[in-house]
């Protein structure tokens, strides 16, 4: 008899460690496609500076910010990756640096269907960049790090 009971919680807790074993949470998947409605161009603060957003494939997108100078005269004054690889969104401007281009990683940290956090704590400015959407025409960018924080009002214009 006292076999039988030993045996039968030797079992017991053999099913509770596997149990538990199996209980490591899964990280949670990302959504690119949540991304969607940044598409298209936007006119920055109702100025002459705008952002573009186009889709290269379902993990890419490519955007660019330019400014107009007397209605006809295109400087572009940054360019950016989207991408969403090995389950991690990262957000990666290319800037212009005395020592030639340069590519800032940022990764995203937060998502909250209409709030996108992307951050690199170790680059000297932006350390935080946010895009939020107000609605299907209007959106705030915000960046920010350290004692400085730029914001700006987006408004579709396609």
Request: aromatic share 14%.
């Amino acid at each position: 008899m006292r076999q039988i009971l030993s045996f039968s919680t030797f079992l017991f807790l053999t099913c509770i460690f596997f149990i538990n074993c199996n209980n490591t949470p899964t990280p949670v998947k990302k959504d690119f496609s949540k991304l969607n409605w940044l598409l298209g161009t936007w006119e920055l603060n109702n100025g002459a500076e705008y952002e573009t957003w186009s889709k290269l494939n379902d993990h890419s997108f490519h955007g660019r910010n330019f400014r107009v100078y007397n209605q006809h005269d295109t400087v572009i004054t940054e360019n950016i990756e989207l991408i969403f690889q090995e389950n991690e969104i990262q957000y990666i401007p290319t800037v212009k640096t005395p020592k030639g281009d340069k590519r800032v990683f940022y990764k995203q940290t937060s998502d909250s269907g209409n709030h996108f956090v992307f951050e690199n704590p170790e680059h000297s400015f932006p350390k935080k960049i946010s895009y939020i959407k107000i609605d299907d025409n209007t959106a705030k960018s915000i960046i920010e790090g350290g004692k400085r924080k730029l914001e700006y009002d987006l408004k579709r214009v396609d």
